[in-house]
């Protein structure tokens, strides 16, 4: 089965920018759709960004269109979060997410309960 590990995350001051990698092993990662999700103490899980098999579609959660950008690198196995100018509210344990075929859109891609290979998590922290 895949195994995602997440590293990158940081304490950095708003404005500022962090690159999050998802490093995975155990299976090709070519095979996989992949999110990025986020959590804050006290918060539901939230979606973060998607994209499909081959990078060809992404989706992203308005609060970050437009900052961040997801993208993979199937040969390496790795999955990658770009965040730029960084908001205090974008503190949270940040967890990449994986899953083997099914049915996805712009309106269920979020859903966290879609995924059944998940990270441990790396945390962001912004400080205004």
């Known amino acids: 089965q895949l195994h995602l590990v997440e590293s990158g995350g940081a304490s950095e001051q708003a404005g500022g920018s962090l690159r999050l990698s998802c490093a995975s092993s155990?299976?090709?990662?070519?095979?996989?759709?992949l999110a990025w999700f986020r959590q804050a103490p006290g918060k539901e899980r939230e979606g973060v960004a998607f994209?499909?098999?081959?990078?060809?579609?992404?989706f992203y959660a308005g609060s970050v269109k437009g900052r961040f950008t997801t993208s993979r690198d199937n040969e390496k196995g790795t999955l990658y979060l770009q965040m730029n100018s960084l908001k205090p509210e974008d503190t949270a344990m940040y967890y990449c997410?994986?899953?083997?075929?099914?049915?996805?859109?712009?309106?269920?891609?979020?859903?966290?309960?879609?995924?059944?290979?998940w990270g441990t998590g790396t945390q962001v922290t912004v400080s205004s």
């Open positions: 155990g299976g090709s990662l070519s095979s996989y759709t």
């Open positions: 994209i499909t098999i081959n990078g060809g579609i992404t």
């Open positions: 997410a994986a899953q083997r075929g099914g049915s996805w859109s712009s309106q269920d891609w979020d859903i966290a309960t879609k995924y059944n290979i």
